[in-house]
């Protein structure tokens, strides 16, 4: 019974966990689809953007890791309030920067936003090689892709 229970709590932590973090894509999703064009296809981009159609599967596979990573290290590590605050956080200047890039087409504060983005990430990562070294590799091609994105949104930031 108690183990049955267990499952159970854990199954409606990983729903709330994912449903939290694709509700960041969603909004995210929503403000580039709103307003990317004809903004976006008039900027100078660098030789490595890749096309579009790159994006939205390896957006969706990096939250799912991220679901994945907070989800364990909330487990393993008693349900640490103070790791998921960090996670929300982390989760809404994901969300802005979308906002602040296709929404007010401000390449400058998006690369601001970007690098605290990255310092939130790597925050996370130094959070979770304590506790659970699933969740600390599921962090790592996330805070990859944020890297080469900041190289991108400064390319357009240089180009533009």
Not at 39 to 67: E, G, I
Not at 69 to 92: D, E, G, M, P, S
Not at 138 to 153: G, R
Request: net charge positive.
């Amino acid at each position: 019974m108690y183990s049955m229970i267990m499952l159970k709590n854990k199954f409606i932590s990983f729903l709330l966990f994912a449903i939290v973090t694709y509700s960041a894509s969603f909004i995210g999703s929503i403000a580039t689809i709103s307003y990317k064009e004809p903004w976006y296809s008039s900027l100078n981009k660098s030789f490595l953007t890749p096309p579009d159609w790159v994006f939205a599967p390896v957006w969706t596979t990096l939250y799912l890791f991220m679901t994945i990573a907070i989800w364990a290290a909330w487990h393993k590590n008693y349900k640490n309030i103070n790791l998921v605050l960090i996670y929300f956080i982390h989760l809404c200047f994901n969300t802005t920067w979308s906002i602040v890039f296709f929404v007010f087409h401000n390449i400058l504060f998006a690369l601001l936003n970007l690098l605290v983005i990255i310092f939130f990430i790597i925050v996370l990562i130094l959070k979770y090689k304590d506790i659970n070294k699933v969740s600390y590799y599921l962090m790592i091609p996330y805070l990859l892709w944020s890297c080469y994105a900041l190289i991108l949104n400064f390319g357009l930031l240089i180009l533009n």
